[in-house]
T-cell receptor
């Protein structure tokens, strides 16, 4: 069974600080997605990474896929209150397998 | 392009009743997946449908069922509701069978009392 572990589970920091969220597994994934979910809403896709070592930037967010395609990180620079939410990583296995989701990181950015 | 649409958004049911939730995928998407989200268990996969056929199934009891229609719209049904079924039920669509990027709807909040 493929599992994705996210850390930290909870993170509360001040506006302007930097942070990194991790998503780790012992399994290899063909691609990995990051989603952000706000209270009462469905998860919204932020990025998909498919190549080992790939780095993608989305404004102040930087996503990296590990060289071995077993892990990923999300780095936020100069966090803002609007970044508050539940961040989920999801891995796609080989072939027609269901996506595997991490438990999520609940991020709170305090003004 | 319209996103994934789920109805109803909120509903309250009594233990023992049954409920049907509906999902309209993004136009052109043929795969629909259903997830249950609770604070304690996170996102748990229920099942996936593609071209009206169930392609994957999670570890949920037989009280949870689903179907997909020829226009790719999907419904899920929960019979004999239990208090523990209270959750946010999320539908997601994708152009192809699961493993690829999926796009979520806003979810249906089910409260069982």
């Amino acid at each position: 069974t493929q599992l994705l572990e996210q850390s930290p589970q909870f993170l509360s920091i001040q506006e302007g600080e930097n942070l990194t969220v991790y998503c780790n597994s012992s399994s290899v994934f063909s691609s990995l997605q990051w989603y952000r979910q706000e209270p009462g809403e469905g998860p919204v896709l932020l990025v998909t990474v498919v190549t080992g070592g790939e780095v993608k930037k989305l404004k102040r967010l930087t996503f990296q896929f590990g060289d071995a395609r077993k892990d990923s990180s999300l780095h936020i620079t100069a966090a803002q209150p609007g970044d508050t939410g539940l961040y989920l990583c999801a891995g796609a296995g080989q072939g027609a397998q269901k996506l595997v989701f991490g438990q999520g990181t609940r991020l709170t950015i305090n003004p | 392009k319209a996103g994934v649409t789920q109805t109803p958004r909120y509903l309250i049911k009594t233990r023992g009743q049954q409920v049907t939730l509906s999902c309209s995928p993004i136009s052109g998407h043929r795969s629909v997946s259903w997830y249950q989200q609770t604070p304690g268990q996170g996102l748990q996969f229920l099942f996936e449908y593609f071209s009206e056929t169930q392609r994957n199934k999670g570890n949920f009891p037989g009280r949870f069922s689903g179907r997909q229609f020829s226009n790719s719209r999907s419904e899920m049904n929960v019979s004999t509701l239990e208090l523990g079924d209270s959750a946010l039920y999320l539908c997601a669509s994708s152009p192809r069978v699961s493993g690829n990027t999926i796009y979520f709807g806003e979810g249906s909040w089910l409260t069982v009392v």
